[in-house]
């Protein structure tokens, strides 16, 4: 899950003096002012509360959970502290819809989804807003499913971050009754403690670039793995084989021009010490 440009303003165009006013705060991305016997809370695992903000590190797995007072129809964002947007629900990946019944809590990985939601980066405050409604959504205008996308989640086209995404979503509901749509944030910090290093740049003149790096990590040796194998999966490589035995996994991966990248990750016996080796090479 790829996570603060917090402002308090009005929306473009919006007016305290209507009922459909939205505004932007330090807590929140998008505030129906009227109240509604519809509410919807989101939390992470860590806080069941919903009120604090819980950090992770890079390779955790995070679990988002939600319930309505009523049917409703939700929908998950990530907003980064870099702007990034993501749709988290709904997707390709989970088990039913995304409709909830009243009084329900739905988990996002549920047990039965066979998918999950990792902590790659960067650091920083992430924010996860929840929307629920009594109606379906049009979200064609900000996210789309291409059809030739294997990643089971949409393309996000919202720029400007959380301020783009408030305004986006404040022309969507805008048709709705008031009572009919409401909003809730949930909050997590992905600490840089024990973020592994970056993924090297390679110059596009090098035909065959090597990257190593040797650090400590409570993660596992599997999680080390899925870090950097999420990363290149980012940069748009797509898994062809991986092996594994106790103390090493080795993964090949390749991106549509070609270029290729051997990922190695090998755990120093009796210790929680790792080393990392990225081979990429480029065509002629």
Not at 92 to 110: D, E, M, Q, V
């Amino acid at each position: 899950m790829k996570y603060v440009l917090m402002t308090l303003a009005l929306l473009a165009g919006a007016s305290t003096s209507t009922a459909l006013a939205q505004t932007i705060t330090s807590q929140s991305i998008i505030v129906n002012p009227v109240a509604s016997p519809l509410k919807v809370n989101v939390w992470t695992a860590k806080d069941t509360t919903g009120t604090k903000t819980p950090t992770y590190v890079a390779g955790d797995r995070i679990v988002l959970n939600v319930k309505t007072t009523q049917d409703a129809y939700v929908y998950l964002f990530n907003v980064d502290q870099r702007g990034n947007i993501n749709l988290i629900l709904p997707n390709r990946f989970a088990s039913g819809s995304n409709f909830i019944k009243a009084n329900t809590t739905k988990s996002f990985p549920g047990k039965e989804d066979k998918f999950t939601f990792d902590i790659a980066g960067p650091a920083g405050l992430n924010k996860v807003l929840a929307v629920a409604s009594t109606d379906q959504l049009n979200l064609d205008d900000i996210a789309q499913f291409k059809e030739d996308q294997q990643t089971g989640f949409a393309t996000v086209t919202i720029k400007g971050g959380q301020n783009g995404l408030a305004q986006a979503l404040s022309i969507i509901v805008k048709p709705l009754a008031s009572k009919d749509w409401v909003t809730d944030i949930a909050q997590y910090q992905i600490s840089a403690a024990v973020a592994t290093p970056p993924l090297p740049v390679v110059s596009v003149t090098t035909k065959v670039s090597t990257w190593k790096s040797s650090f400590k990590s409570a993660l596992g040796l599997m999680r080390v793995y899925d870090f950097y194998a999420n990363q290149l999966k980012a940069q748009g490589f797509e898994s062809d084989e991986m092996t594994t035995s106790r103390l090493q996994m080795v993964g090949k991966f390749s991106l549509y021009d070609d270029t290729t990248t051997n990922l190695t990750v090998k755990q120093r016996p009796g210790t929680t010490m790792y080393d990392v080796v990225l081979v990429r090479t480029q065509p002629q």
